[in-house]
Nanobody
Framework: QVQLVESGGGSVQAGGSLTLSCAASYSRTCMGWFRQAPGEERNWVATIYVDGRTLSADSVKGRFTTSRDSAKNTVYLQMNSLKPEDTAMYFC??????????????????????WGKGTLVTISS
């Protein structure tokens, strides 16, 4: 069982930055970030494969950057130019995948196996 623990959430003003971290108890090749705003479905934000290849949702492209430190089993989500619509609970997810082609297309929640409990991000205008 892989345990994922997110951290780094908080409250910032629009235009600000936050960096989320996700520490995994065991390494998994495919890691992702999802977010869920109140009353809405959980949506995909970004995915990163073990080789460093990433893919991001259009809504965050150019503002959010995903990276991973394999030695620390940790994935990061650097969020810049934050907007009020970025307010949500952010979840880290993981799955075993044998290719970047497969991993980077896991954009549905059902495509990920392990989940963290989330960290709250609140952006004020």
């Amino acid at each position: 069982q892989v345990q994922l623990v997110e951290s780094g959430g908080g409250s910032v003003q629009a235009g600000g930055s936050l960096t989320l971290s996700c520490a995994a108890s065991y390494s998994r090749t495919c890691m992702g970030w999802f977010r869920q705003a109140p009353g809405e479905e959980r949506n995909w934000v970004a995915t990163i494969y073990v080789d460093g290849r990433t893919l991001s949702a259009d809504s965050v492209k150019g503002r959010f950057t995903t990276s991973r430190d394999s030695a620390k089993n940790t994935v990061y989500l650097q969020m810049n130019s934050l907007k009020p619509e970025d307010t949500a609970m952010y979840f880290c997810a993981a799955a075993a995948s044998t290719s970047s082609y497969d991993c980077l297309r896991r954009r549905a929640s059902s495509g990920m196996t392990y989940w963290g409990k989330g960290t709250l991000v609140t952006i004020s205008s």
